[in-house]
């Protein structure tokens, strides 16, 4: 069965980093384009940062200097690098892998940016 697993969520400190990873089995990965979306509570789902399949990349504006996507097709994962960690990316992020009408979603990893 195709699925994508995150990792890598936990509890830091306002300033502080994490990193995300999401490992895809069971999928051509090299051919999908993945995101990092998240989601807070009361709010909607929002992209965060996606690289395509040919490694371009775009990201949200608030995150824009203070995250990084990468991807490493060898090891079918996609990595998202957190710094400068702000209370209000406080939520469940997820993983998502995209290719025409094939869609797989994480079941998320929980970020709580607090002191």
């Known amino acids: 069965q195709e699925q994508v697993v995150e990792s890598g969520g936990g509890l830091v400190q306002p300033g502080g980093s994490l990193r995300l990873s999401?490992?895809?089995s069971r999928i051509s990965f090299s051919i999908y384009d993945m995101g990092w979306y998240r989601q807070a509570p009361g709010?909607?789902?929002e992209l965060v940062a996606v690289i395509t399949r040919g490694f371009s990349t775009n990201y949200a504006d608030s995150v824009k200097g203070r995250f990084t996507i990468s991807?490493?097709?060898a090891k079918n994962t996609v990595n998202l690098q957190?710094?400068?960690?702000k209370p209000e990316d406080?939520?469940?992020y997820y993983c998502r892998a995209?290719?025409?009408e094939f869609l797989?979603?994480?079941q998320g990893t929980q970020v709580t940016v607090s002191s």
Request: hydrophobic share 35%; proline share 0%.
């Open 90 to 92: 406080t939520a469940v």
């Open 22 to 24: 999401c490992a895809a």
């Open 104 to 106: 797989f979603w994480g």
């Open 82 to 85: 957190m710094n400068s960690l």
């Open 71 to 73: 991807r490493d097709n």
């Open 98 to 100: 995209s290719y025409r």
């Open 43 to 45: 709010k909607q789902r």
